[in-house]
C-alpha cells in the first residue's frame, strides 16, 4: 500500500499546536507534533509513499523502539485514511 495527503489539504504550525485543514471536509484538526510530522513528510514527497518508506524516515528517532514506531505510524495512518487527510492507495 502506498499513501499521500488528500487534494485540498494544509496544514501549518501555529505556536505549539500544529493544525491540519481539510478543504473537502472544511475541518481543522489539531495533531500531536509526531503526527504532524508523518504530514509534512508526505507532503515534501508528491508521488505516493510505502509504509517502509515512511518508517525510515522516521528510523533515527532513538527514544522509541522498532515496534513503538511501526505501530505509532500505522495508527497515525490508519486515523488519517479515516478522517481524510491521507489516502491510502493499494
Known amino acids: 500500500m502506498q499513501y499521500l495527503l488528500c487534494?485540498?489539504?494544509q496544514y501549518r504550525q501555529?505556536?505549539?499546536?500544529?493544525?491540519?485543514?481539510?478543504?473537502?471536509?472544511?475541518?481543522?484538526?489539531?495533531v500531536h507534533a509526531n503526527?504532524?510530522?508523518v504530514i509534512q513528510y508526505l507532503g515534501r514527497h508528491k508521488s505516493?509513499?510505502?509504509?517502509l518508506g515512511i518508517y525510515e524516515a522516521f528510523a533515527d528517532v532513538k527514544k522509541h523502539t522498532t515496534s513503538e514506531k511501526q505501530?505509532?505510524?500505522?495508527i497515525t495512518l490508519e486515523q488519517f485514511i479515516g478522517l481524510g487527510v491521507i489516502?491510502?492507495?493499494?
Open 7 to 9: 487534494e485540498g489539504l
Open 14 to 30: 501555529l505556536g505549539h499546536e500544529f493544525l491540519v485543514y481539510s478543504s473537502l471536509s472544511r475541518e481543522t484538526l489539531v
Open 35 to 37: 503526527a504532524f510530522d
Open 48 to 51: 505516493p509513499q510505502t509504509f
Open 71 to 74: 505501530n505509532f505510524i500505522k
Open 87 to 90: 489516502e491510502c492507495i493499494p
